[in-house]
Every structure is written in C-alpha cells, then in structure tokens.
C-alpha cells in the first residue's frame, strides 16, 4: 500500500476521534508540534523505528516524548500505535493528510498563486473573493514568485492548475504555428 494512503487512513482515523469528542483542531496542533520535534531530532525516529530496540523501550520513549509535550491521551495512544506498526515513518504524510481533513470540516481550501513578482494586497484579495465565491468555501491563499513566467498568473487550488500565465500562452501560440507550417 502506498505511504499517502496509509497516512490518508491514519489521519481519517484519528479526524473521526477527534470529531467525536470534538477536539480535532487540537489534535491538529499536537500532531504538528510532535512533528516539529520529530523534524527537529531526526534521530528520534531513527531509534523509534530500529527494530533492535526492543518494542518496550521504544514505546517507553515515545511516552516520554507524548508527555513532554503533554499530548492528550487519544493522541499519545495514536503515536504508541504509530510505533508499534512502525508506520512513524509516515508522520510527515499524516499530518499533511490531516490538515485537509482539518481544512475540509471547517470549510476551506488552499491556493497558490504564482506570479512574476509578488502582488499587492488587493489583488490577492480580490483574487481569494472569486476564487471563494465560485468554490464555496474559504481559501487560504499563498503567493509565490516565479520570475520565469514573464507575465499573468498560475493557480493550484487542491489538484486543480488555472494557467494564465504569458509563457503558457506564448508555448501555445507556437504549437499553433508550427501545426500551420507542418
């Protein structure tokens, strides 16, 4: 099975605790605390997924860890499972599943837009009204630079790409010249 749908299912999982006991936004946030930690000490997952420590002494230490960084039980039980199925090493996939179920449930969606250069206020903010109108939902929008675009603008919202950009429409207009001329 693939890491990205194990984690999917992961992330599901615990989503569904957490709705029902009506804390998923906190587990949220410890899921990228411990993250963060775990990305900070990279040999931490290197012991926790070393099959020549015992289980004990890796759940020992995973319960350590749950305690410093004072995790609720739900979440501490989902790490020790995560160890004992040796699936830590998806951590990253996880919380990355679990920030679009986060980002479902409340109602939002991410967006980037690139452009040449960065945009003013204004227009990104005219840009997350349509963008918001037309999708029903709240977007949370990112604007990146890409100085190769020459001019206009590339969307990616989720798996979708709105591609107005001049290079784009530069490479089009030449695939329609060289059809003409072959």
């Known amino acids: 099975m693939k890491s990205s749908a194990l984690a999917r299912r992961f992330a599901k999982a615990l989503m569904e605790i957490g709705r029902e006991e009506n804390a998923y936004e906190n587990y949220g946030k410890e899921l990228r605390t411990a993250l963060a930690v775990f990305t900070g000490a990279p040999e931490l997952y290197k012991v926790l997924l070393n ?14 860890v749950s305690e410093s960084l004072k995790l609720s039980g739900h979440v501490a039980k989902f790490f020790n499972i995560l ?6 090493r998806i951590l990253d996939d996880i919380v990355t599943a679990y920030s679009k179920l986060e980002d479902e449930a409340d109602g939002r969606i991410k967006a980037v837009v690139e452009s040449p250069g960065p945009l003013e206020a204004g227009l990104l903010d005219e840009i997350r009204k349509k963008l918001g109108g037309s999708s029903g939902k709240q977007v949370l929008l990112t604007n990146k630079t890409n100085p190769e675009l020459l001019g206009g603008l590339v969307i990616r919202i989720e798996n979708t790409i709105l591609d107005g950009s001049l290079k784009t429409q530069l490479a089009m207009m030449k695939e329609k010249i060289l059809e003409g001329v072959v």
């Open 51 to 64: 099959p020549m420590y015992r289980f004990e002494v890796r759940r020992g230490l995973m319960e350590k």
């Open 83 to 88: 160890v004992e199925t040796r699936n830590i």
